[in-house]
């Protein structure tokens, strides 16, 4: 059965402090989907990356990185120099070949971010 | 842009009522979905659709119920709300498998 777990409730840390948020899934296929989304104080999830599988290669997307661990089950987040705006809920989910239409979602990290 | 739209931000019924939330897409998405937020649960599936007048449940679909009839609408009911069904709403749509889904603002539904 698939499973996402994100074990950290909620973090704070103070401006231009890097976070790193852990997601760690669980899936019985060899071809899957994982995915970051933010949903900030509007309530309106915005998608932040997807990866599938087979693609280990780490990524980095301005302040944001993302690093992908089959080894480990894990694809976790960081937020270097974390600003205000950063401040939302995170959620990691996971997308199985067999169930491609639907996603299975952690039950997310709370980031606040302190000026 | 995809653009998908609930047709409540806020939501307050009585328990026993029939209660009607609507989201309407405008980007010829097949599928869509419905899902609950709840803190320390995450996002829950309760129906989805992978086409008009097509629906599956998802993981938690008792007590709800839903109606698509048109591509670019899909409605979610709830027949008799109760107090447990006080959550978020969210709606989201899926261009095909793997891609992204692109999400409503959502409807905060409070029954009492």
């Known amino acids: 059965a698939q499973k996402v777990t994100q074990a950290q409730t909620e973090i704070s840390v103070v401006e231009k402090e890097d976070v790193t948020l852990d997601c760690v899934y669980e899936?019985?296929?060899?071809?899957?989907?994982l995915f970051w989304y933010k949903q900030p104080p509007s309530g309106e999830l915005v998608f932040l990356i997807r990866?599938?599988?087979?693609?280990?290669q780490n990524e980095i997307s301005g302040r944001y990185s993302w690093n992908f661990q089959k080894s480990t089950s894990s694809f976790n987040f960081t937020i270097t120099a974390s600003q205000v705006v950063d401040s939302a809920v995170y959620f990691c989910?996971?997308?199985?070949?067999?169930?491609?239409?639907?996603?299975?979602f952690g039950a997310g990290t709370i980031l606040r971010v302190k000026s | 842009d995809v653009k998908v739209t609930q047709s409540s931000r806020y939501l307050v019924k009585r328990t026993g009522e029939k209660v009607f939330l609507e989201c309407v897409q405008d980007?010829?998405?097949?599928?869509m979905f419905w899902y609950r937020q709840d803190p320390g649960l995450g996002l829950r599936l309760i129906y989805f659709?992978?086409?008009?007048?097509?629906?599956e449940k998802g993981d938690i679909p008792e007590g709800y119920s839903v109606s698509r009839e048109k591509k670019e609408r899909f409605s979610l009911i709830l027949e008799s709300a109760s107090t447990n069904q006080t959550s978020m709403y969210l709606c989201?749509?899926?261009?095909?498998?793997?891609?992204?889904?692109?999400f409503g603002p959502g409807t905060r539904l409070t029954v009492t």
């Open positions: 989910a996971l997308s199985e070949a067999l169930y491609g239409n639907k996603l299975v």
């Open positions: 899936t019985r296929d060899t071809t899957y989907y």
């Open positions: 990866r599938n599988s087979f693609d280990e």
């Open positions: 980007m010829d998405h097949e599928n």
């Open positions: 659709s992978y086409d008009v007048k097509m629906k």
């Open positions: 989201a749509t899926l261009r095909d498998r793997f891609s992204e889904q692109y």
